[in-house]
């Protein structure tokens, strides 16, 4: 009864969160020449200067080594600028939150929605890229899919967690912002990752579900192999668990947002 309680408070709020999610979208290129092409360009041109510097080390003999590079940078992207926006969510919001009543959960999806649609326009270059490159179709590659859903449900709890905790704690926008360039060296987005298990330290791979999303998400996209369950249940399992304290944390603590923002 509980779940069909918020599920019918959440579709009472429906309309508001799409003119949410796409006044994020306009704001992020609000004075942009280009606008939402950046989308498509910023992640090309990231990929080629990334091909260029760590291609000469690591992908001189692998012609597909960019489509290593750029699935794991998106992917990376996302994560990253999606947190980031939940994070000052509830804050950015704090007119609105004064003046009107909305569920302050709204702010938080919006923000990772909104995100989430900039990065699934941006997998038209990853396609793209495929194509010129050669990289083979295979039965697999629809499985893809599965990776793409975890990382949502994994970014969304964290989400909600920032949200909470910059609130009380505005460091952790700082914080955050050191731990996810911690997270992107720790997801093998520009390096092999045999590298890396050759020097013993493997162990850092076992404890980043976002690596574990992108290597799935490559195994369908580039490798055509069926994906790693092992590491599939495991980044669910965490995905899944985050998005529970999330919840939990966030719905504790909103009546109180009023009095810091």
Do not use: H
């Not at 080594?65 to 999606?82: E, H, M, N, Q, T």
């Not at 955050?176 to 997270?183: A, K, P």
């Not at 055509?224 to 998005?243: E, F, N, Q, R």
């Amino acid at each position: 009864m509980e779940i069909t309680k918020y599920w019918k408070n959440f579709s009472r709020y429906k309309y508001l969160l799409y003119e949410l999610v796409k006044k994020n979208i306009k704001l992020k290129y609000r004075r942009s020449y280009l606008g939402i092409l950046w989308t498509l360009l910023e992640p090309l041109l990231t990929m080629m200067v990334m091909t260029l510097v760590f291609g000469t080390f690591f992908g001189r003999d692998d012609p597909q080594f960019p489509v290593y590079i750029l699935s794991g940078r998106l992917l990376y992207s996302f994560f990253s600028s999606a947190t980031k926006g939940g994070l000052k969510s509830i804050s950015s919001n704090s007119s609105m939150i004064k003046k009107v009543y909305v569920p302050k959960y709204i702010y938080v999806i919006s923000a990772i929605i909104s995100n989430f649609v900039t990065f699934l326009i941006s997998l038209v270059v990853l396609v793209a890229v495929g194509i010129v490159l050669k990289v083979q179709l295979t039965v697999y590659t629809v499985q893809a899919l599965v990776p793409l859903v975890i990382l949502f449900v994994f970014t969304l709890g964290c989400g909600l967690i920032l949200a909470t905790l910059s609130v009380f704690f505005r460091d952790v926008e700082y914080i955050w912002s050191v731990l996810c360039m911690l997270i992107m060296y720790a997801s093998a987005i520009m390096y092999p990752v045999e590298r890396v298990i050759k020097t013993g330290n493997g162990w850092i791979f076992d404890i980043n579900p976002l690596y574990m999303c992108i290597a799935n998400f490559r195994n369908a996209v580039l490798y055509g192999k069926p994906m790693d369950m092992s590491i599939c249940l495991i980044s669910a399992t965490v995905a899944v668990v985050t998005l529970v304290i999330g919840s939990v944390l966030f719905y504790k603590k909103q009546d109180k947002f009023i009095l810091y923002i």
